[in-house]
């Protein structure tokens, strides 16, 4: 069980971290979706994936933070790259990882490329890529 938020607000705090290195790695703008997540199941949830349907049909996949940030991280890798940066963003990606173990709580941030205007139908895939469960409009 749980919330998502599509799109995230892009002011809210937490995501100011995956901004900074965003821009600091002269990387494009993404979409963010945050996830408040209630395991009550018995299997770990990862957050696999998140497919976002919108009105005119477009399917948008959101997957982890952690997979934006290792391709940012790049930037800064290869000789004459930026050591100190390129750690940072491995501290970041393994504090975005997300491993919810059952009868845990926790909030799981996500990335997509392209920009999402409208929402019809969320799809969410909390354990792996065959598992999907449709999420429900709050507001």
């Known amino acids: 069980m749980g919330t998502i938020q599509v799109p995230a607000n892009i002011k809210d705090p937490r995501l100011e ?8 790695a002269d990387a ?3 979409t963010y979706l945050i996830a408040q997540v209630d ?27 952690s997979n934006y940030v290792d391709t940012w991280r790049d930037a800064f890798a290869g000789e004459g790259g930026d050591a100190r940066n390129y750690n940072r963003g491995i501290e970041l ?3 975005s990882n997300f491993y919810l173990l059952p009868g845990a709580k926790g909030t799981a941030f996500l990335g ?3 920009p999402i205007t409208t929402v019809k139908r969320v799809f969410v895939y909390p354990a792996g890529a065959f ?6 409009r709050t507001r």
């Open 93 to 95: 990606s393994n504090s």
């Open 131 to 136: 598992d999907r469960v449709e999420a429900k």
């Open 112 to 114: 997509a490329k392209e």
């Open 28 to 30: 494009r703008p993404i």
């Open 17 to 24: 971290p995956y901004g900074d290195y965003r821009r600091l």
């Open 39 to 65: 395991n009550q199941s018995d299997d770990t949830i990862n957050m696999y994936e998140v497919v976002v349907v919108t009105n005119d049909g477009q399917q948008i996949e959101a997957t982890s933070i």
